[in-house]
Structures are given as structure tokens and as C-alpha cells.
């Protein structure tokens, strides 16, 4: 089983909304903080959001007010939903265990938001 499967990216216009989604191993998801990582073009992967157990939520600077991140403990999948995209949010999108994750990182979903 792979563990770790993102998806809903794709091309948006400044502005518009996406959500994002990843379906991951119990084995991974159950007792792990979850985040959600961006890797820019040229730029080393950085975290986005992170979720503990517990739904606590967390959001870099740069994306705070503006997306989501959210749990279904029930069947294992993580979300982001992301509002008012700016261009410098482009990048792949990927989901893995936070802060630290040394298994195999899913194939990212790309994120790509036009001027």
C-alpha cells in the first residue's frame, strides 16, 4: 500500500480556491501530526499546515488567513482547502507525518497559480 496519495491540484487564476487531498496508511496517519509541504521551483520542500491528533491546527506565515488544513481520523485523509491564491503559491503539494518524516513521500499534487 502506498502510503501516502495527494491530490486536487491544478492550474488556477490568482484568486480562485482549491482543495487538496491526501489519503494515507493508517499506519502513517493514525498517531502522527500531519502536514501539508510545498516545494516551490528551485526552493527546498517548506511546511504549509500542520495537524496534531487532536485537530489542533498550525499555518505558516505566509498562508495564514487563508487555508485550511483539516483530519478525518475516520478514513485516514488529510485536506488543505486554499482560498485567494497568489501566484507565489505554486509548487508541489505534498502530505507526510510532521515535523520530521523519514519514509517514502507520495508523488505531490502541482499547484499552479497564474497573474
Known amino acids: 500500500q502506498v502510503p501516502l496519495v495527494e491530490s486536487g491540484g491544478r492550474v488556477v487564476q490568482a484568486g480562485e480556491s482549491l482543495r487538496l487531498s491526501c489519503a494515507a496508511s493508517?499506519?502513517?496517519?493514525?498517531?502522527?501530526?500531519m502536514g501539508w509541504y510545498r516545494q516551490a521551483p528551485g526552493k527546498q520542500r517548506e511546511s504549509v499546515a500542520w495537524i496534531t491528533t487532536t485537530a489542533l491546527e498550525n499555518y505558516a506565515d505566509s498562508v495564514k488567513g487563508r487555508f485550511t488544513i483539516a483530519r478525518d481520523n475516520v478514513v485516514y485523509k488529510l485536506y488543505l482547502q486554499m482560498n485567494n491564491l497568489k501566484p507565489e503559491d505554486t509548487g508541489v503539494y505534498y502530505c507526510?507525518?510532521?515535523?520530521?518524516?523519514?519514509?517514502?513521500w507520495g508523488q505531490g499534487t502541482q499547484v499552479t497559480v497564474s497573474s
Open positions: 493508517s499506519a502513517v496517519f493514525r498517531f502522527n501530526t
Open positions: 507526510a507525518p510532521w515535523p520530521t518524516w523519514s519514509g517514502s
